[in-house]
């Protein structure tokens, strides 16, 4: 049975508010991870390094994505994959020859469906891009 117009924009619509809430638990854990590795602002060793420990667990893989891997996708990205599975989530990156963030991308992949968050003004997320990228360069 074919769905209707207005089904499949519920759909898409549904989507695309599952990517802001992922996008937005997402930051908060890492804020949080952030803020505890920083150890001037608790002045607590101890805290810091269960922090550090948590962000070298955190997500599933960092690589990067050669140009037509997917369809109709031009240009390569680095990835940091947060999860896999139904639902993945996931941080995109495009760098320019001078290694500067030039655009950074939420999705939210869910069996065949997907969303994405611009997320180039997000501290929090070019933050866990820029490291990851600076231990791969």
Known sequence: MESTYKEVMSELESIERRAQSAYQSRRD???DIFRRMDQQLD???EREDEAMTEW????????????FTFDNQRDG????QISWGGPSEELRAWY???DNLRALEFWFLD???????DVIDCTTMR???QWNYDLMK
């Open 111 to 117: 069996w065949g469906e997907g969303a994405m968050v």
């Open 29 to 31: 854990e890492l804020a």
């Open 43 to 45: 002045n607590d060793p």
């Open 96 to 98: 320019d020859s001078e």
């Open 77 to 80: 990205y680095w990835r940091f």
């Open 127 to 129: 933050q866990a891009m």
């Open 56 to 67: 070298h667990n955190y997500g599933l893989s960092f690589d990067y994505v050669e140009p």
